[in-house]
Structures are given as structure tokens and as C-alpha cells.
């Protein structure tokens, strides 16, 4: 069962009651018969399991060629630049 935190409007008392989802919202202070009101906080997101980035669903294979890829790619630019700027400089 859920539990919900109400306060109360008049005299400040506060407390958590467990509800069913099916309950109405309490309106009546125990303490002093004034008027609640229900508290809302915010809720922590946990997120368990695989699947939930995006190396997570990859198998293996796929990533390791992605990485040759980009080691190949990057060696390639870094041989390029050299010869660039070798012929620059005998202009």
C-alpha cells in the first residue's frame, strides 16, 4: 500500500497515513479537525538492469570494430597532416 503525507492548513500537524489506491484523500485533521492538504515530494528514478545505455545492447564484435574503425580513421588524419604540412613548407 501506498503511503501518503498529509498537513494540516491550520495547525501545521503532519503526518503519513497508508492508503489503498482506492481511498479517498483524507480532508480532516486528527489533530485539530482543520483541513489537510496532501504533500507531494519528489520521486527517485532508479533505473536497474541492462539494456538501459547504449554500449548495453551491443554485442562484443560490434565494438571492436567500432573502435578499429576509429583507430584507422584517426591514424589516417594524423598521417595526412604531416604531409601537408611537410609541402608547405618546402613551398
Do not use: I, W
Not at 503519513?16 to 485533521?29: K, V
Not at 548495453?56 to 589516417?76: E, G, N, P, Y
Amino acid at each position: 500500500m501506498p503511503t501518503y503525507q498529509y498537513a494540516c492548513t491550520e495547525c501545521g500537524h503532519a503526518f503519513e497515513e497508508f492508503q489503498s489506491f482506492h481511498d479517498d484523500a483524507l480532508t480532516e485533521c486528527p489533530a485539530c479537525e482543520g483541513r489537510l492538504r496532501k504533500l507531494f515530494n519528489a520521486v527517485g528514478v532508479v533505473f536497474k538492469g541492462s539494456g538501459f545505455y547504449r554500449t548495453d545492447s551491443r554485442s562484443a564484435s560490434s565494438s571492436s570494430d567500432t573502435a578499429a574503425a576509429t583507430s584507422t580513421t584517426s591514424s589516417t588524419t594524423t598521417a595526412a597532416k604531416p604531409a601537408v604540412a611537410a609541402s608547405t613548407a618546402s613551398d
